[in-house]
């Protein structure tokens, strides 16, 4: 029989190989066409069982990077409930007819396996991952609201035990070929010259389905399931409220009650598959990954990758870029007035390469590519250079009318100022087209947004440029229009001023900041103040509302030079990167609105002044670059559900 998104072939060890090829798309996910592809697969299978089989991809994309969002999207539009919970039970229902066939069945991981990817591996007796850098497994379907459907709820703690399994059913974390063996995910991590070898070996080998330990066994089908539930709820509780959050939560119970068999739940109990896809979280949480999506669709299309980035100003700012972009591949040199001062941007980037990287031969590949350069010799041949230097026009414009001169004629000159308006800055230059923004945020290996800023002068090849470097340094692109504060810093200040006016009135700092948690903010606002640095909050707010009173107790901070996290000591003291708060105490009733609602306005004055282009880039810049509460998808989508309810 030929199928449009399966290929088979049996080998001479009667191995059946069914290649995954999903047709008209370039990674493989599994829609409902797959799934009843599947289903039909396993039904000449029934009538004609094979020797063993192996599922693996024919794309060089990755395993399968699971269901199929988009009908989930779809779903939302129509809000037809009955269609989403057919979808995860049919789902389910065919993973559980491959788990339990009779014949040896082998996942080939190679590449990410991913939600409905993965869940179809565990759904096979063995998995071999592919040891490449590709190479990601996990469940993060909590990221957008649902639970994993097709039996990774049941699954993954069998193979894991109930602790570890939980910490990646709850988390939406990823683990590569070695920890994934290690952790007992996956029976055999191979490099990608065996895979094919390996593969076969196990099938020839048919070695004892992996067991859990006494203890695991008690934590994951004994006594002590209760208990592992009742603390995986502790913690949950700690970063995700149930009102915002219900998935993690419905994720336990599905598992505790329901040994996660979708068809169990009764519609109206929380762990239900109808109960979590009406909760307006899932829909705006798909919505959010779609606007992702977005964001790096942006840069599909334009031919420009750069080989060399030189980059001015190695402060945290500066020196932080200049790491990140190095881990990313590319060579980097970093100036600044002499090597004393590029020193501590070398140390920090050592620091999160270990962190990041954890192997000996990337740390040392990436420190190769960072290259300190006091005397700025590198801009000559750089493909992209950023200035990263105290917001200060004057300063600015004397930096870029120097790199002018000695630039590639086709390097992009970008500078990474919060708020200085690039048509000011740009007066410097013989050619103000060439000057663009290209705008990160603190801390730079964290945020995932970067501001790509086209000013009236800036031309559309600039623009293009820029949007493709910060997609290849895996960062989401936001195109914007010079004006002050530009999108995300626009309304993040009105933000910030009302919880400085709040300070004023003598509420305390952790008051105010568990009124924006409450909310569902990731940080409140006084120790994000003090996260940005308060000196860039003020030139921030300067610069978006010229002429404001500025608040007394953010003048007494500057004053004394205690500017927050990096002196320190801000609002807060800060201790191993951590701010010292005190008791928040209780949060006086409208405190939340109030701090919001000042960026609910100025959102949709931006978005009406077309520093953005639309509704839907303006909540993704609001989401990816300031935190806004993801559940609520955004502030012009929060704003509308807040004027239809």
Not at 218 to 244: C, D, I, W
Not at 283 to 303: H, P, S, T, Y
Not at 308 to 324: C, F, L, R, S, T
């Amino acid at each position: 029989m030929n199928y449009k998104h399966f290929k088979l072939r049996t080998d001479e060890h009667q191995i059946t190989w069914v290649g995954i090829d999903v047709a008209d798309e370039s990674v493989n996910t599994m829609g409902t066409p797959v799934l009843h592809e599947l289903n039909t697969l396993l039904d000449e299978f029934e009538k004609q069982a094979p020797k063993s089989v192996v599922f693996y991809s024919e794309k060089k994309s990755g395993f399968i990077a699971g269901a199929n969002v988009n009908e989930f999207v779809e779903i939302g539009k129509t809000n037809d409930l009955n269609e989403a919970e057919a979808l995860v039970k049919r789902g389910y229902d065919v993973y559980e007819r491959l788990a339990n066939v009779k014949y040896p069945t082998l996942a080939l991981i190679n590449g990410y396996a991913l939600g409905g990817g993965l869940e179809l591996a565990l759904a096979c007796r063995y998995r071999v991952a592919v040891d490449m850098p590709g190479t990601r497994l996990g469940l993060p379907e909590v990221m957008l609201g649902i639970l994993p459907g097709w039996g990774g709820v049941k699954r993954l703690p069998q193979l894991m035990g109930a602790p570890a399994a939980l910490d990646f059913l709850l988390s939406g974390k990823t683990a590569d070929a070695k920890k994934a063996k290690k952790l007992g995910m996956v029976d055999e991590a191979v490099p990608p010259r065996i895979m094919w070898n390996a593969a076969i070996g196990v099938l020839k080998a048919m070695p004892p389905v992996r067991k859990l330990s006494f203890v695991q066994n008690l934590m994951t089908n004994g006594f002590l399931r209760g208990y592992v539930a009742s603390q995986a709820r502790k913690q949950v509780a700690k970063r995700a409220r149930p009102e915002h959050y219900p998935s993690p939560y419905a994720i336990i119970d599905l598992w505790q009650k329901y040994n996660g068999d979708v068809h169990q739940p009764k519609p109206e109990e929380s762990c239900s598959v109808r109960s979590l896809i009406s909760h307006p979280t899932a829909m705006n949480l798909i919505r959010v990954f779609g606007l992702r999506e977005q964001l790096k669709a942006q840069a599909k299309g334009i031919d420009f990758a750069a080989k060399h980035v030189h980059v001015i100003g190695a402060g945290v700012m500066g020196g932080d870029i200049a790491a990140w972009c190095a881990m990313r591949g590319i060579n980097v040199t970093l100036q600044d007035l002499d090597a004393s001062r590029i020193a501590p941007a070398i140390k920090r980037a050592a620091d999160m390469y270990k962190k990041r990287l954890r192997d000996e031969r990337k740390v040392r590949d990436a420190m190769d590519r960072l290259q300190p350069d006091p005397t700025g010799s590198g801009a000559t041949r750089a493909d992209v250079i950023i200035e990263a230097i105290v917001e200060n026009l004057s300063v600015k414009q004397k930096v870029f009318a120097e790199l002018e001169a000695k630039a590639k004629p086709d390097a992009v000159l970008a500078t990474n100022t919060s708020s200085i308006p690039l048509e000011q800055i740009a007066t410097a230059l013989k050619d103000p087209s060439r000057l663009v923004g290209i705008h990160f945020f603190n801390p730079v290996a964290q945020m995932m947004l970067v501001e790509v800023i086209s000013g009236k002068q800036t031309s559309l090849e600039m623009s293009r440029r820029a949007t493709a470097f910060v997609d290849q340094i895996d960062k989401l692109p936001l195109a914007c229009k010079s004006a002050p504060g530009f999108w995300v810093n626009r309304i993040l200040a009105p933000y910030l001023g009302e919880a400085m006016k709040c300070l004023d009135e003598g509420i305390a700092p952790e008051t105010i900041d568990e009124a924006a948690l409450a909310f569902g903010m990731p940080v409140g606002p006084i120790e994000l103040a003090d996260v940005v640095g308060l000196d860039v909050c003020r030139a921030v707010g300067e610069t978006v509302a010229p002429g404001a009173t500025e608040p007394q107790k953010l003048r007494a901070k500057l004053d004394a030079k205690t500017l927050g996290k990096k002196t320190g000591q801000g609002f807060y003291v800060w201790t191993n990167g951590k701010a010292q708060k005190a008791s928040a105490g209780a949060v006086p009733a409208g405190l939340s609105e109030r701090l919001i609602n000042p960026m609910l306005k100025e959102a949709n004055k931006a978005l009406a002044e077309g520093v953005v282009e639309n509704a839907d880039l303006a909540d993704a810049g609001a989401i990816f670059g300031c935190g806004f509460a993801p559940f609520t998808g955004g502030p012009i989508r929060y704003g509308q559900n807040k004027t239809t309810a």
